[in-house]
């Protein structure tokens, strides 16, 4: 599994595998991406824990119309995230983001 953090209001968009967007129909269903119950607190924003198939490469994510109508700087309609995080790597932002506390 891989996962990654994604802010209070944003939602996920395309996926890409290693053959490119994801195709539900080669596939026969869709990718599995899964909120978690943890989430983080970094600027005063609300990051929650994805988790998604080591299939997936990228994800694209975008604000929802309710978010992007409140951004200071409304330019920004979506975001690729071609880095997903490891199990480790979450444990550890979620683990320092404790200390911070």
């Not at 005063?44 to 994805?50: P, R, T």
């Not at 200071?72 to 983001?97: F, M, W």
Request: charged share 25%; proline share 5%; net charge negative.
């Amino acid at each position: 599994m891989k996962y990654f953090f994604l802010s209070d209001g944003w939602f996920v968009g395309r996926i890409w595998e290693l053959g490119g967007l994801w195709n539900e129909i080669a596939w026969r269903r869709k990718p599995d991406i899964e909120q978690t119950t943890l989430c983080i607190w970094e600027n005063g924003e609300k990051l929650w824990l994805y988790r998604v198939e080591d299939a997936v490469l990228m994800v694209e994510v975008k604000p929802s119309p309710a978010i992007a109508a409140t951004m200071p700087n409304p330019v920004i309609g979506q975001v690729v995230l071609k880095r997903l995080i490891t199990a480790d790597q979450a444990i550890e932002i979620l683990c320092h983001s404790i200390k911070d506390v």
